[in-house]
């Protein structure tokens, strides 16, 4: 019999109908993978079997333990939500509370589902913390989620969710935007405590790999529909529909230009060294170093990536850079001929046009308030006041049409883009000053396979085109082997391991950049092997 058996599910906003006729079913203690591109509608789906989508329509059934989630009342639905079926979402940073500490709002899912009291609820919260593999737990439980890094984070989340028990665990791209090693001690974690409950697990991932080592089937959306399913050894080895076949083949694929070796560096950086200070009670600070005595070099047309582990200081030192972070940045740092570590912020000012900055979260760095011909305007306005209006309007438009974006979209806001589309809006942003240096964060982490392919064949290709050159910040090692010429391996702020990339990459001398490698290819080798 079936835990959860969804039948001709539609969903539709409005006029939209974004989910259509599909059909699946997951058996105790079965684990079971939706993939597809951005936009497919596999995360409504899944919210779906909690019906979590707000202002939606649904038509089918969806039942759960052979009772039907569509049917039931609010009431009902509320004691079957964190108790019999719970969620891990894709950012635990948005999804925690951050005014409760981690503890208060574990014991909260205890004291209501499971009625225990305060302070038994407090102490299964230490043990289920300790479960997941935080350290200190019943320090960890007092602190706030702006407190805990990514990793631990998503392991509080996971704890939450696993409070009661719950016979089914919905995740929603749970190691997005973690670095590798930690996105496989949170795979294993799950499957761990899977195999420990026997409890069924719908996931929803864009990371093909993760998907292959985890799941026992995979189901495969596009445009809304369930075009195939299949057990996952199945589905990877012989795919049905072009569709998957295209999925399994979105894959980075070396795209980097000639660049002269003899030439000046654009940036050179020697001893940079960044330090925060943090508070010791009411009167004692002490020093940080988040980056210890860096240097590098980059030249016109070049990428150089920076690699590491969440908490290395890989962004922290692009930032200081930039001349953009918050820490008290020490030594030398030169753009062109310019010592801009020496200028002030007012002298700085003209040269920031020409250092520019692609965040990691395009929908967290574009105004929901402002048009994209607003937010794309905006620098150039800043940059160049002499523009008049129509010349402005033009200069965006081009930039737009530039990244793949029709100029009948200056208009719209930023809620009605996909990721992907939103990543190039906010390169248009980036190129529409015409920099020499773009600082890009993690471009492609949140980004499905497919879409990652094409923003980073754009970037590739304004690289080519422009001569830009790129300080590329990523966890993804197959991103960085295809994009960078040269790479710097960071540990606990210090670079430990850096040059061409091929050859650091396929032979790595340091033991760190080794671990970094194995939990690269951790998921594929252990279906492999």
Request: net charge neutral.
């Amino acid at each position: 019999m079936s835990l959860l058996n969804v039948q001709g599910l539609s969903v539709a906003f409005g006029d939209a109908v974004v989910v259509d006729d599909v059909s699946f079913a997951i058996a105790p203690g079965e684990k079971f993978a939706l993939v597809g591109e951005s936009g497919s509608g596999k995360t409504v789906t899944a919210l779906s079997a909690l019906r979590l989508n707000q202002d939606a329509r649904y038509r089918g059934s969806i039942l759960f333990n052979g009772e039907d989630i569509l049917k039931m009342s609010e009431p009902a639905l509320r004691r079957l939500r964190g108790k019999d079926a719970a969620m891990i979402f894709q950012e635990p940073m948005t999804a925690l509370n951050p005014l409760f500490s981690i503890g208060n709002q574990i014991a909260e899912v205890l004291m209501l589902h499971e009625g225990l009291s305060a302070k038994a609820a407090a102490q299964r919260t230490v043990q289920l913390l300790d479960k997941t593999g935080i350290p200190e737990p019943a320090r960890r439980a007092l602190a706030y989620p702006h407190q805990l890094s990514g990793g631990q984070r998503q392991r509080a989340m996971i704890a939450m969710a696993l409070a009661c028990k719950p016979h089914l665990l919905i995740a929603d791209e749970p190691t997005t935007a973690l670095d590798v090693t930690i996105q496989v001690q949170i795979l294993e974690l799950l499957n761990q405590l899977q195999r420990e409950e026997n409890m069924a697990v719908l996931m929803i991932s864009h990371d093909l790999n993760l998907v292959r080592h985890f799941a026992d089937r995979v189901g495969v959306m596009e445009k809304g529909r369930l075009i195939e399913t299949a057990p996952v050894h199945d589905l990877f080895a012989s795919p049905r529909e072009t569709y998957t076949r295209k999925l399994l083949a979105s894959h980075p694929q070396r795209m980097v230009n000639k660049v002269d070796a003899a030439g000046a560096p654009l940036l050179e950086a020697k001893q940079v060294r960044c330090t925060f200070e943090i508070k010791e009670g009411w009167f004692k600070r002490r020093s940080f170093a988040a980056v210890d005595d860096v240097a590098l070099a980059l030249r016109p047309g070049e990428t150089v990536g920076i690699v590491g582990e969440s908490g290395s200081g890989k962004s922290t030192l692009g930032m200081a850079l930039l001349r953009l972070s918050a820490a008290r940045v020490s030594g030398t740092i030169r753009f062109r001929e310019h010592a801009i570590s020496e200028m002030s912020a007012n002298a700085l000012r003209p040269l920031r046009s020409q250092m520019q900055v692609v965040f990691q979260d395009p929908f967290a760095s574009l105004s929901p308030r402002r048009t994209i011909e607003q937010i794309v305007g905006e620098g150039l306005a800043l940059h160049q006041p002499q523009l008049g209006a129509q010349a402005l309007r033009d200069t965006v438009a081009a930039a737009l049409e530039e990244v793949g974006l029709s100029a009948a979209m200056m208009q719209r806001y930023p809620h009605e883009f996909s990721g992907g589309q939103r990543q190039r809006i906010a390169i248009a942003r980036v190129l529409v000053l015409k920099p020499a240096l773009v600082l890009l964060d993690e471009p492609t982490s949140s980004l499905d396979v497919s879409v990652q392919m094409q923003v980073l064949q754009l970037l590739a290709e304004l690289q080519r085109k422009h001569g830009i050159a790129y300080l590329f910040i990523s966890h993804d090692l197959a991103v960085i082997r295809a994009m960078a010429h040269r790479v710097l391996v960071m540990k606990d702020g210090r670079v430990v391991e850096q040059g061409d990339v091929d050859h650091v990459l396929s032979a790595p001398s340091q033991p760190y950049t080794q671990r970094l490698l194995a939990a690269s290819t951790y998921s594929a080798a252990a279906v492999d092997a």
